[in-house]
T-cell receptor, first 116, second 113 residues
């Protein structure tokens, strides 16, 4: 079974600084998708970034970027120039590539606080 | 366009009762997934519907069921409620499958007393 591990339950960052959130996963598949979702206090889950395993290039979305290490099964999220609005719970998630297994497996999440 | 909507937003039920939650996906989206979120277990996949058919199912007892209508709206039902069913139930929609960009609703907070 696929598992997603987020070993740090909480992290804190100073406003305008950079923070990296860690995620590791376990799978025997070669083609899959990885995601980072943000859940602010409103509880509305928002997709932050998506990475397809067969793509070598790390995904980037504005201040958010990932470091995808396929061999190490590691998928970390880097938030640059942290803003107060980045404070939220962040979930790493995995999904098979095939349409027949269309579900996400989530990690336990990490709570990120941003200090002004 | 309108986002994913879930009704009701909050619900209080008693043990043994049953409950039905509703989810309206984004217009044009045909895949609807349901997740249960609790502090202890985190986010767990319940099931996914596509074109009125259940395409995937998580490891939940048969008390949890769902369905999808021809307009892609989905409902989930929990029968014989237990205290442990207290959770935030999230619905998510995507055009075809969860691997595509998946949009989540605000959730329904269910409390079982």
């Amino acid at each position: 079974a696929q598992t997603v591990t987020q070993s740090q339950p909480e992290m804190s960052v100073q406003e305008a600084e950079t923070v990296t959130l860690s995620c590791t996963y376990d799978t025997s598949e070669s083609d899959y998708y990885l995601f980072w979702y943000k859940q602010p206090p409103s509880r509305q889950m928002i997709l932050v970034i998506r990475q397809e395993a067969y793509k070598q290039q790390n995904a980037t979305e504005n201040r958010f970027s990932v470091n995808f290490q396929k061999a190490a099964k590691s998928f970390s999220l880097k938030i640059s120039d942290s803003q107060l609005g980045d404070a939220a719970m962040y979930f790493c998630a995995y999904s098979y590539s095939t349409g027949a297994n269309s579900k996400l497996t989530f990690g336990k999440g990490i709570t990120l606080s941003v200090r002004p | 366009k309108a986002g994913v909507t879930q009704t009701p937003r909050y619900l209080i039920k008693t043990r043994g009762q049953q409950v039905t939650l509703s989810c309206s996906p984004i217009s044009g989206h045909r895949s609807v997934s349901w997740y249960q979120q609790t502090p202890g277990q985190g986010l767990q996949f319940l099931f996914e519907y596509f074109s009125e058919t259940q395409r995937n199912k998580g490891n939940f007892p048969g008390r949890f069921s769902g369905r999808q209508f021809s307009n892609s709206r989905s409902e989930m039902n929990v029968s014989t409620l237990e205290l442990g069913d207290s959770a935030l139930y999230l619905c998510a929609s995507s055009f075809y499958r969860a691997q595509d960009e998946q949009y989540f609703g605000p959730g329904t907070r269910l409390t079982v007393t």
